[in-house]
Nanobody, 122 residues
Framework: QVQLVESGGGLVQAGGSLRLSCTAS????????MGWYRQGPGIQRERVAV???????NYGDSVKGRFTISRDNAKNTVYLQMSSLKPEDTAVYYC????????????????WGQGTQVTVSS
């Protein structure tokens, strides 16, 4: 089995910072892309940031210049450093990873974490 476990969410004032972490564990042969998504109240889940295994990144327009995604391949962990937070960043943040479980199966499967709440007060 594969698990993604997020941590680092919480309550912060507007203008503040938070760092989210997500670690993948279990039956893992390799990990391709990893990313963060969020879902606010009454809003569809949106992509926040993604990073390839080689370190290439892509950000949603609403977070460019404020959020930074990074990863530690040795630890199977992806991070999201969030700065200059705004009330509209309030959401449940989900980690996602494309994981290959064994050397004999070349397919990658998408896994999701359980989500961590980020609340930004004005």
């Amino acid at each position: 089995q594969v698990q993604l476990v997020e941590s680092g969410g919480g309550l912060v004032q507007a203008g503040g910072s938070l760092r989210l972490s997500c670690t993948a564990s279990g039956s893992i042969f390799s990990i391709n892309g990893m990313g963060w998504y969020r879902q606010g109240p009454g809003i569809q889940r949106e992509r926040v940031a993604v990073i390839t295994s080689g370190g290439n990144t892509n950000y949603g327009d609403s977070v460019k210049g404020r959020f930074t995604i990074s990863r530690d391949n040795a630890k199977n962990t992806v991070y999201l450093q969030m700065s200059s937070l705004k009330p509209e960043d309030t959401a449940v943040y989900y980690c996602n990873a494309d994981i290959r479980k064994t050397s004999s199966d070349s397919r990658y499967y998408a896994y999701w974490g359980q989500g961590t709440q980020v609340t930004v007060s004005s």
